[in-house]
Nanobody
């Protein structure tokens, strides 16, 4: 079993920066690829960023590329999402997730088997 707890979400103005954290416990964090997803009201959950177990390789949705940075600290069992130049359209509940062993992509919700409860990010203009 894996437990994931996101934190750091809050109300910010457009153009601001915010850093989300995802604290993990249970299955060995340091050997698990991870991802961030988000879900806005009335929309499907969408991929934001992914990271390999080592942190060497990262992947981003086009909508956040150049503004968001995913990282991890395996010694702290924590993953991060640094979000810069936030836009109103970034408003959503942000979820962290553990990628399934054997998954072939990072971009689908079906590639992940454990999810946190989410943290709300609201960007006002």
């Amino acid at each position: 079993q894996v437990q994931l707890v996101e934190s750091g979400g809050r109300l910010v103005q457009a153009g601001a920066s915010l850093k989300l954290s995802c604290a993990a416990s249970g299955r060995t964090f340091s050997t698990s690829a991870m991802g961030w997803f988000r879900q806005a009201p009335g929309k499907e959950r969408e991929f934001v960023a992914g990271i390999t177990w080592s942190g060497v390789n990262t992947y981003y949705a086009d909508s956040v590329k150049g503004r968001f940075t995913i990282s991890r600290d395996n010694a702290k069992n924590t993953m991060y999402l640094q979000m810069n130049s936030l836009k109103r359209e970034d408003t959503a509940v942000y979820y962290c997730a553990v990628r399934k062993i054997g998954s072939t992509t990072y971009f689908r919700t079906g590639d992940y088997d454990y999810w946190g409860q989410g943290t709300q990010v609201t960007v006002s203009s």
